[in-house]
């Protein structure tokens, strides 16, 4: 295997975040740790399982090769009690009144701040909760409706420090048809990203101007209190009443959506419809909402088990290309590690647990990849570098649903696998014939395995761009809990049309090279599409289209200059540590 490349070297920027976010530090917050070797070794000791594992675990953190999220870095083999999972998603919780009740919202929020103080960030889907101006009729009064309630949990959390660096990462989502959604729309909140999450059938709406109805279930009927957990398909299914509050052209709405996010960069949109139809695992639950960045869509318990490989890591500077199995090895090794992260979790309560240990869900997906087509010489975004990135992901795709095919061989499926249901999935489908019948024969030890995280400090960390994303800038100032830095990327050096930055690239080829990347991952993709200072909402329409159009599964748009401190006039905000 060639070196293992760095495009920078060890810089005072990343040595204090390596200091302040991932080294061991003791009772009294003194660091233990001097080098990335000790962590290392370390996080190898603590999820190996024989002296053989921990040597090739070694060997794929060594030179950043792989590089676990944020949690695991920070909390294998440390005493402390914080979770190994970056992000959750919870759902509403269901108490004797019902999924709505103040009990049980409070009883959610409860859950939320206990999740947040131990390190992970929290999605809620909110469409269960009434909306404004409900009669409710066991206190003769008028729901205050779901946004006021999203408000005062945004509110509660805001104050949590995790780790004395990290600030609550939440995600909130709200479906297309609740009557809330409006309001939703243009709500902001302190420490919340929102989505509104979008059906097929919104969708074709928009396209043909159709009339688009809000609606939600009879409060009345005897079985709302009972049955009512936010499915709307599943409660009409059943033969469930329901109150249209009010019919509006799609397009109306549509609009009203692109304009916010046009002002603020949000809501996201996430296409939740097509997750669930798409997922792996659609015949055993069902997907409510994404973690704070987007990459993963998740049910209600669900957590993201994350890492990602380091693409520069594994280019070759004497051959001028990348070390395909040096990389194929680091893929092998990374799922058994993420794998090995499910046993050693401590578990933030025994649902989540429960759920994780039945799916055994890892998310494993790259960073690093503008770096790597600056080195290959490729445009961001240009045809030819559409096609090298889908040879890549291909092939880590299916590198590591093989790897998991061996586990299970060694150690048994996930509990959760059904075979023959498994591989007629529209994921599945996809991949080589001979992955299927690996799995027919040998079954699979983790039932969901890609996915594209943002890797924001962890890239710092290991000195490559983050995930997905182009080069924001040639030149920028970070600032995040452990200081303000100038950092100026070390291979924008020279000329060449394709030395790009992100608000140099249209916005096409940045959701281009997202439909790349999801054809490849069986979850979701977490990527922000940069827009130049004065694009307009019908920009924001256009961009929200193509990714729907290009089989994304969900998209955040930024408009350059439109919120402060979030990559603003070439500066770097952390909004979610991975």
């Not at 890591?313 to 001028?320: E, H, I, Q, V, Y």
Request: hydrophobic fraction near 35%.
């Amino acid at each position: 295997m060639a070196d293992r490349f760095s495009v920078m070297e060890w810089t005072e920027q990343r040595e204090r975040v390596f200091l302040d976010r991932y080294a061991l530090k003791d009772a009294e917050g003194n660091t233990l740790e001097a080098f990335p070797e000790d962590m290392w070794d370390r996080v190898a000791s603590g999820l190996a399982t024989s002296r053989t594992e921990r040597r090739e675990f070694l060997r794929a953190l060594s030179g950043f090769g792989f590089v676990p999220a944020g949690r695991i870095l920070n909390g294998v083999g440390s005493s402390q009690l914080a979770t190994f999972y970056n992000c959750f998603v919870i759902g509403v919780a269901h108490d004797t009144h019902g999924a709505d009740s103040r009990a049980g919202i409070m009883s959610t929020v409860s859950e939320m701040i206990e999740i947040t103080a131990r390190g992970g960030g929290v999605g809620i889907n909110w469409s269960v909760l009434r909306p404004r101006d409900s009669y409710i009729s066991g206190v003769n009064g008028y729901s205050s409706g779901s946004v006021s309630w999203m408000g005062g949990a945004d509110r509660m959390v805001d104050s949590i420090r995790q780790g004395g660096s990290r600030t609550a990462a939440l995600m909130y989502i709200l479906d297309d048809w609740h009557p809330d959604v409006m309001e939703f729309a243009e709500s902001s909140f302190l420490r919340a990203n929102h989505s509104v999450a979008v059906s097929d059938e919104f969708m074709h709406q928009v396209k043909t101007n159709g009339m688009w109805s809000s609606v939600f279930p009879d409060t009345s009927s005897p079985d709302y209190n009972t049955i009512w957990d936010g499915d709307i398909d599943k409660w009409m299914l059943r033969g469930g009443e329901v109150r249209i509050h009010k019919s509006t052209p799609a397009r109306l709405i549509w609009d009203h959506l692109c304009q916010s996010a046009s002002q603020t960069g949000n809501p996201g949109l996430v296409f939740l419809e097509r997750a669930n139809r798409t997922a792996n695992t659609r015949y055993m639950e069902t997907l409510i909402s994404t973690n704070p960045c987007g990459e993963q869509i998740l049910p209600n318990g669900g957590s993201c088990n994350l890492g990602a490989i380091n693409l520069p890591a594994f280019w070759d500077p004497k051959l001028n290309q990348l070390d395909w199995f040096g990389m194929r090895d680091a893929v092998v090794t990374a799922v058994k590690m993420l794998n090995r992260v499910i046993d050693k979790s401590p578990d933030i309560n025994q649902h989540i647990g429960d759920v994780q240990r039945q799916v055994r869900r890892i998310g494993l997906g790259t960073m690093g990849l503008a770096d790597l087509l600056i080195l290959n010489r490729m445009k961001y975004g240009s045809e030819e570098s559409l096609d090298y990135a889908r040879a890549v992901y291909e092939y880590i795709r299916d590198t590591a649903y093989m790897a998991s095919v061996d586990l299970a061989s060694n150690e048994g499926s996930a509990p959760g696998l059904q075979r023959n249901e498994f591989i007629q999935g529209t994921f599945i489908k996809r991949m080589p014939q001979y992955i299927h019948k690996k799995i027919l024969e040998h079954g699979i030890r983790n039932l969901t395995l890609t996915s594209q995280a943002p890797t924001g400090t962890t890239s710092i960390l290991a000195g490559v761009s983050s995930g997905i994303e182009p080069v924001f800038s040639r030149e920028y100032t970070r600032r995040d809990a452990t200081g303000e830095t100038q950092f100026t990327h070390p291979l924008f050096e020279g000329e060449g049309d394709h030395l790009v930055t992100a608000l140099e690239i249209p916005v096409e080829h940045h959701i281009k090279m997202q439909g790349v990347v999801q054809e490849f991952l069986d979850n979701s993709a977490s990527k922000t599409i940069n827009l130049p200072r004065g694009s307009t909402w019908e920009d924001v329409s256009q961009a929200y289209m193509l990714a729907y159009d290009l089989g994304c599964k969900g998209i955040t748009v930024y408009v350059n200059g439109c919120r402060p401190g979030v990559l603003e006039n070439g500066e770097y905000c952390e909004v979610c540590e991975v």
